[in-house]
């Protein structure tokens, strides 16, 4: 691995921080939502909708950023979503409509789906390989400080200045941090696939089980981080009762918190010798807290609850994409598997705002978050059919392949 003469840790620090104001620009929404629905007479579900037009931009292009990311390069492209995301948002605040609003958050997913695995690609080109499996923690975690900067951070900004200005200022952190990451990116070493064998590593990569299998396996982070992320502080004002400043305290603990289980699931992956059953154990306990949400309303036990829940959805996305790019010997198509394995469970999240709202809406918040856990728990029992394929041999011991 050739390391420029900026030094690997500056450069993968820029991408750190960068990762920590991508998500910042995914969950600057959360608190606004309250405002945004009084501003635009908006109702609920449609609240929801919005929310999902971020999921949809993100999903459309996760396979298109690794495609363009093996043949130009990670950080280009990943600098060039970051600007997207950026300039997506600032819109956002400009919107006096829902359906400018809802573009503005399309186009937002979009540049988030460019810089995701493109950045965890130009880290593998960057960092030591015996260190990568803690940077993809640490890179994880940073999405956490960044998602609970932006849900804590902004519900203040948000009540003393307004959504609009908050917005515009949260997208323009993300465009000025773009421009800095052309400077510190500056000569590192990009592994890039020759277009003609891109197609062919496409297939290949796609054909690959333990990336599929994994990916609907590990659901249990996603919903953990999309609920709550996303649709807590509105939870907990309307149905709680817990005042706003309080509420987005709660959940960017909970975000904050999670660099904790980045850390410790990245680094404790690459030693442990059940890999699937610790990722097992991760996902299916993570559904369990999700379901636990409704229990009480009492605020202690609500910030234990998060505090745990946090912890677990970062383990579990550390986890999962250090598992998924182990086994993906070309690392020019690093991006894409993790692209795919980001596509995959975006299709997931496309739906879950609306199907989440709906429920809340037509039956009760309690039986939203409860089905909401028990989708999780069942996902992650697909680990076991995996074992009984023999796709997942290689994260089991093997003297004990041969039992379930």
Do not use: C
């Not at 421009?179 to 290949?204: F, W, Y």
């Amino acid at each position: 691995m050739e390391i420029s003469h900026l030094g690997y840790r500056i450069q993968a620090g820029s991408i750190h921080f960068s990762r920590a104001v991508y998500a910042l620009n995914w969950f600057v929404m959360a608190p606004s939502l309250i405002y945004i629905s009084s501003d635009l007479n908006l109702q609920l579900i449609q609240l929801g909708v919005i929310t999902t037009g971020f999921y949809v931009g993100l999903a459309a292009f996760q396979l298109i950023g690794g495609i363009l990311a093996s043949r130009v390069g990670n950080a280009y492209i990943a600098i060039l979503g970051l600007a997207i995301l950026g300039v997506s948002t600032v819109f956002s605040g400009l919107s006096y409509s829902l359906l400018t609003l809802l573009t503005s958050r399309i186009f937002a997913g979009i540049g988030a789906a460019l810089f995701f695995s493109p950045g965890i690609g130009a880290l593998s080109n960057i960092v030591p390989a015996d260190r990568f499996g803690t940077h993809v923690g640490i890179y994880n975690g940073a999405f956490n400080i960044g998602a609970g900067v932006g849900i804590f951070g902004w519900s203040i900004l948000d009540k003393m200045f307004g959504w609009r200005p908050s917005l515009i200022f949260a997208g323009a952190l993300a465009v000025a941090l773009a421009v800095e990451n052309i400077l510190a990116l500056r000569g590192i070493r990009e592994e890039r696939s020759v277009t003609r064998d891109i197609p062919r590593k496409i297939v290949s990569v796609m054909k690959k089980p333990h990336i599929w299998i994994l990916s609907i396996a590990g659901l249990s982070s996603i919903i953990g981080e999309t609920l709550i992320g996303q649709f807590f502080v509105y939870y907990a004002e309307n149905v709680v009762h817990i005042a706003s400043f309080t509420a987005g305290l709660m959940a960017g603990i909970s975000m904050v918190i999670g660099i904790a289980g980045g850390i410790i699931g990245g680094r404790q992956i690459q030693k442990v010798k059940h890999k699937a059953r610790a990722f097992l154990l991760t996902m299916l306990i993570g559904g369990v807290f999700i379901a636990m949400i409704p229990v009480t309303y009492n605020i202690v036990l609500l910030m234990l609850i998060l505090i745990v829940e946090g912890i677990l959805v970062v383990a579990g996305f550390s986890v999962l994409y250090t598992m998924v790019s182990m086994e993906i010997a070309d690392r020019s198509m690093v991006s894409f598997s993790l692209s795919l394995t980001n596509f995959i469970q975006m299709g997931f999240s496309i739906v879950l705002p609306v199907v989440f709202t709906s429920l809340a809406y037509f039956l009760n918040y309690s039986y939203a978050w409860l089905i909401a856990g028990i989708v999780a728990m069942a996902t992650s029992g697909l680990i076991y059919i995996g074992r009984r394929m023999n796709a997942l041999s290689s994260f089991f011991p093997g003297p004990q392949r041969s039992k379930l």
